[in-house]
């Protein structure tokens, strides 16, 4: 990835919805330039461009870190059927005291322990849960890997 893929970057995570020609003019290229740039980079997988959302102010109170201790052989089937949950927006796969780690978020405590006792406990394969409740998020940011 060359310096002016990252600029290009660096203006699409400030902004996602910032005009090729706007960017193009800051950068010294032409839109064409920027536009295919920037499609090679969707096409890729090194760039998406998405709506990022709040999920507090969407009616989602509740968000918590849940990890996972796995049957050993089960890992990947487990991680697999854990990310099809609409619960669940984070799903990595570690090294360490859990096998995986998972970010969920619910509308309030009742929903959250709906999703512990109905829906992740029951996934064949999950020997273990530790959760551990947001009480503030303090920061989460989308800009990384440009400088």
């Given amino acids: 990835m060359s310096e002016i893929d990252k600029r290009i970057i ?5 902004d996602g919805r910032r005009p090729f020609t706007q960017i193009a003019a800051d950068l010294g290229l032409s839109e064409s330039a ?3 740039r920037t499609n090679r980079l969707v096409e890729q997988g090194i760039v998406q461009i998405v709506g990022v959302t709040d999920p507090l102010k969407l009616g989602f109170a509740q968000m ?3 990890g996972i201790r796995c049957e050993p052989r089960k890992l990947m089937e487990v ?3 854990i990310a099809a949950f609409p619960e669940v927006d984070y799903v990595v796969i570690t ?3 859990y ?6 978020v619910h509308e309030d405590n ?3 322990l709906r999703f512990l006792s109905e829906k992740l406990r029951t ?3 999950v020997a273990e849960t530790e959760t551990f409740v947001y009480l503030r998020l303090v920061k989460q940011t989308y800009q990384w890997g440009t400088r």
């Fill in 64 to 66: 918590a870190m849940i």
């Fill in 99 to 104: 096998d995986i780690l998972i970010e969920t």
């Fill in 34 to 36: 920027v536009r295919a």
């Fill in 110 to 112: 009742e929903a959250l």
């Fill in 79 to 81: 991680a697999k059927r």
């Fill in 123 to 125: 996934v064949d394969g």
């Fill in 10 to 14: 660096e203006h699409l995570q400030q």
């Fill in 95 to 97: 090294a360490g005291r």
